[in-house]
């Protein structure tokens, strides 16, 4: 293992002297209780790999929130987190750093896919009921051992020799989310399956053992994996993997589904970029991709079984999409492809723009229709319009509309141009009194 020396280094050189000093000053608050403290999972995996950690786990062997409360009192502005029902805390530091700690525990799965029954350990258990050994690993906070590293499983070499490996022959089995997880660190960490993890895999699949976890357990993992950047990397894997029937209902094989969701990814972007700040449900965007060319009644089916949020936008979609594009092509008026536009979902929305090279005619009355069109609202209300003399009624609501579209059309920006245009239309009399 490497020396605690090595570990300072990397320490220091990653989280700088100030956040290295809180380390050491909760080790020896966790030390005086008698609980040591360490720190586990994927920050020290990320500090061996060079990586900077943006979270960053603890695991204390004993009562969490005994220690979270002694380090809260003593620095002022620290804010503490305790939740009861998961014996866990998040400390957050003035300057925004945060610290989740948790207590080490044991866990026990009563049935496949069932959730586990836990109770407290001490960092040797705990390190043993984790996903994949190079998240098995450990640094030791306390005064007496600080930096000293713990890893039974050989995480260490593993990362090195890229390799992702299970730590015992039912981990799949306990918990088949693990496979999803697994998948995301192949591809980010560009690991393979080390041999006798893909036959624990392969096995797990043979046993069907996804038809046991909850659609929101599996919905969560796969929302992640459609999150990652690299989706060659992705795909790879669900093909070498064999991972595809997750998907329900799984998109037909095709050569350029990759690139369309690549696409996909790029219109995400650009939207985030030009409307910063504005929610945007990105899976649903490469969702809609993936099953754009499945019949849609079994789109419809299958779609139901799953918790996907705003899935009724997604199969609305799916149902409408081809026809929208057509009618995309045939619009003439801006007017008219707004309407058209305004009919999908804005995930919808761009994944059809995804579908359109960046710079042919839709694409560019898509981004006009976000960028310009979306949020017009007409210059003249249904009040203005009765104070010019209009009486209510159905014919007011068809003025408004007319005068809607005209606005969208580029043909009157303000009240005075929308007078004028009320005027040209025989709808106002030229002499107002
Ligand atoms: P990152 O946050 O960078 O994606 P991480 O390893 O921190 O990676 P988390 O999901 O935050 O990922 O999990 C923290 C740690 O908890 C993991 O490193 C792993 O040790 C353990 N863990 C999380 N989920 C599971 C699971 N389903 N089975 C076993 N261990 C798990």
Redesign the pocket.
């Given at each position: 293992p490497p020396p605690a020396a090595q570990i300072h280094r990397l320490l220091r050189q990653h989280w700088g002297e100030a956040r290295l000093q809180r380390l050491h000053d909760i080790g020896r608050t966790a030390a005086k209780l008698g609980t040591p403290a360490y720190l586990?999972?994927?920050?020290v995996?990320?500090l061996l790999q060079n990586h900077p950690?943006?979270?960053t786990?603890l695991a204390i062997e004993g009562d969490v929130r005994a220690v979270a409360e002694a380090c809260t009192a003593q620095l002022s502005g620290m804010q503490c987190t305790y939740h009861p029902q998961f014996g866990t805390a998040i400390l957050e530091y003035p300057d925004g750093f945060r610290l989740d700690l948790a207590r080490c525990r044991v866990e026990h799965y009563p049935a496949p896919a069932a959730l586990p029954e836990v109770r407290p350990g001490d960092i040797v258990a705990d390190l043993a009921?984790?996903?994949f050994t190079i998240?098995?690993m450990a640094i030791s906070l306390d005064p007496g051992s600080f930096g000293d590293f713990l890893d039974p499983h050989g995480g260490r070499m593993d990362l090195q020799h890229g390799l992702l490996r299970v730590l015992h022959p039912l981990s799949f089995v306990d918990?088949p989310?693990?496979i999803l997880?697994g998948l995301?660190f192949a591809v980010r960490f560009h690991l393979r399956l080390e041999p006798g993890t893909h036959v624990l895999l392969k096995t797990a699949l043979a046993r069907d053992i996804f038809a046991r976890l909850s659609g929101a357990r599996l919905w969560r993992e796969l929302k992640y994996v459609l999150e990652l950047d690299d989706l060659a990397g992705v795909f790879e894997k669900l093909d070498a993997w064999q991972l595809w029937p997750l998907l329900r209902p799984v998109p037909p094989k095709s050569e350029t589904l990759l690139s369309s969701m690549q696409r996909g990814q790029q219109e995400i972007a650009w939207f985030h970029r030009h409307c910063p700040g504005e929610k945007l449900f990105d899976t649903a965007v490469l969702l809609t991709l993936i099953w754009r060319h499945i019949p849609w009644a079994e789109a419809e089916k299958r779609l139901h079984c799953w918790p996907v949020t705003d899935g009724h936008h997604i199969l609305r979609d799916l149902q409408f999409l081809s026809e929208v594009s057509e009618a995309l092509a045939k619009a003439t008026r801006p007017s008219a492809a707004a309407q058209l536009w305004a009919s999908l979902s804005l995930p919808g929305i761009l994944a059809l723009l995804a579908e359109h090279p960046e710079s042919d005619a839709v694409a560019e009355s898509g981004r006009h229709y976000l960028l310009k069109q979306r949020g017009l609202k007409s210059p003249l209300s249904g009040r203005d319009l009765q104070a010019m003399g209009l009486a209510p009624g159905p014919q007011l609501g068809k003025v408004l509309r007319r005068l809607y579209e005209a606005h969208l059309d580029g043909e009157i920006e303000d009240k005075e141009t929308a007078r004028q245009w009320l005027i040209r239309q025989g709808i106002l009399p030229s002499i107002q009194p």
């Amino acid at each position: 293992p490497p020396p605690a020396a090595q570990i300072h280094r990397l320490l220091r050189q990653h989280w700088g002297e100030a956040r290295l000093q809180r380390l050491h000053d909760i080790g020896r608050t966790a030390a005086k209780l008698g609980t040591p403290a360490y720190l586990v999972g994927g920050c020290v995996r990320d500090l061996l790999q060079n990586h900077p950690a943006p979270d960053t786990d603890l695991a204390i062997e004993g009562d969490v929130r005994a220690v979270a409360e002694a380090c809260t009192a003593q620095l002022s502005g620290m804010q503490c987190t305790y939740h009861p029902q998961f014996g866990t805390a998040i400390l957050e530091y003035p300057d925004g750093f945060r610290l989740d700690l948790a207590r080490c525990r044991v866990e026990h799965y009563p049935a496949p896919a069932a959730l586990p029954e836990v109770r407290p350990g001490d960092i040797v258990a705990d390190l043993a009921r984790r996903d994949f050994t190079i998240n098995a690993m450990a640094i030791s906070l306390d005064p007496g051992s600080f930096g000293d590293f713990l890893d039974p499983h050989g995480g260490r070499m593993d990362l090195q020799h890229g390799l992702l490996r299970v730590l015992h022959p039912l981990s799949f089995v306990d918990d088949p989310t693990r496979i999803l997880r697994g998948l995301r660190f192949a591809v980010r960490f560009h690991l393979r399956l080390e041999p006798g993890t893909h036959v624990l895999l392969k096995t797990a699949l043979a046993r069907d053992i996804f038809a046991r976890l909850s659609g929101a357990r599996l919905w969560r993992e796969l929302k992640y994996v459609l999150e990652l950047d690299d989706l060659a990397g992705v795909f790879e894997k669900l093909d070498a993997w064999q991972l595809w029937p997750l998907l329900r209902p799984v998109p037909p094989k095709s050569e350029t589904l990759l690139s369309s969701m690549q696409r996909g990814q790029q219109e995400i972007a650009w939207f985030h970029r030009h409307c910063p700040g504005e929610k945007l449900f990105d899976t649903a965007v490469l969702l809609t991709l993936i099953w754009r060319h499945i019949p849609w009644a079994e789109a419809e089916k299958r779609l139901h079984c799953w918790p996907v949020t705003d899935g009724h936008h997604i199969l609305r979609d799916l149902q409408f999409l081809s026809e929208v594009s057509e009618a995309l092509a045939k619009a003439t008026r801006p007017s008219a492809a707004a309407q058209l536009w305004a009919s999908l979902s804005l995930p919808g929305i761009l994944a059809l723009l995804a579908e359109h090279p960046e710079s042919d005619a839709v694409a560019e009355s898509g981004r006009h229709y976000l960028l310009k069109q979306r949020g017009l609202k007409s210059p003249l209300s249904g009040r203005d319009l009765q104070a010019m003399g209009l009486a209510p009624g159905p014919q007011l609501g068809k003025v408004l509309r007319r005068l809607y579209e005209a606005h969208l059309d580029g043909e009157i920006e303000d009240k005075e141009t929308a007078r004028q245009w009320l005027i040209r239309q025989g709808i106002l009399p030229s002499i107002q009194p």
